[in-house]
T-cell receptor, first 114, second 113 residues
Framework: SAVISQKPSRDICQRGTSLTIQCQVD?????MFWYRQQPGQSLTLIAT?????????ESGFVIDKFPISRPNLTFSTLTVSNMSPEDSSIYLC???????????FGPGTRLTVL | QKEVEQDPGPLSVPEGAIVSLNCTYS??????FMWYRQYSRKGPELLMY????GNKEDGRFTAQVDKSSKYISLFIRDSQPSDSATYLC?????????????FGRGTQLTVWP
């Protein structure tokens, strides 16, 4: 299984600013994903990070708000842009290797927007 | 109707009890079923993974899938305080490398000594 790390682990940000979250995997994975976990809610998929091309976004999420990069098979970033208090949440990245049918998660980034 | 329903609890049991956690779902196309454990301030950790219907056992944990009833369960035998966590069910139509995961809200479990 892949070991996934995220930076920062937590942050407190001001309204209108942007935060970039980094996700690093210790081995090459085929797929990388970004999720949001709001209090009392299930994990919601934001997008699939595609290597070398634009991410695939789920309904309700747009590139202008959540730009994603994935320059190689082990690294991805998610930016939360023009933040508002409604963006306060835990953001998680996950990865799945070739031939695997499950995903492994990073520890999450706890974001608070004031 | 949400695609995956899971009672959020909280559930509180004494050490040694048998714990039963459940999820129901509406999409008959789901074929892959997973249980994740999430400790406070940590990411979800994969516990069990099953394909289609049937049972799977791993130590004190047993996962059951009943596709005819669209119902999955996780049983924990001889529960321990270290099992205290939030348990998330997840499922997908295809393998996760190709298809998205659909999660329940999670059930918060406390096992007291």
């Amino acid at each position: 299984s892949a070991v996934i790390s995220q930076k920062p682990s937590r942050d407190i940000c001001q309204r209108g600013t942007s935060l970039t979250i980094q996700c690093q995997v210790d081995s090459q994975v085929t797929m990388m994903f970004w999720y949001r976990q709001q209090p009392g809610q299930s994990l919601t998929l934001i997008a699939t990070a595609n290597q070398g091309s634009e991410a695939t976004y789920e309904s309700g999420f747009v590139i202008d708000k959540f730009p994603i990069s994935r320059p190689n098979l082990t690294f991805s970033t998610l930016t939360v842009s023009n933040m508002s208090p409604e963006d306060s949440s835990i953001y998680l990245c996950s990865g799945a290797g070739r031939g695997e049918d499950t995903q492994y998660f990073g520890p999450g980034t706890r974001l608070t927007v004031l | 109707q949400k695609e995956v329903e899971q009672d959020p609890g909280p559930l509180s049991v004494p050490e040694g009890a048998i714990v039963s956690l459940n999820c129901t779902y509406s999409n008959s196309a789901f074929q892959y079923f997973m249980w994740y454990r999430q400790y406070s301030r940590k990411g979800p950790e994969l516990l069990m993974y099953t394909y289609s219907s049937g049972n799977k056992e791993d130590g004190r944990f047993t996962a059951q899938v009943d596709k005819s009833s669209k119902y999955i369960s996780l049983f924990i035998r001889d529960s321990q305080p270290s099992d205290s966590a939030t348990y998330l069910c997840a499922m997908s139509r295809r393998g996760s490398t190709l298809g998205r995961l659909y999660f329940g809200r999670g059930t918060q479990l406390t096992v007291w000594p």
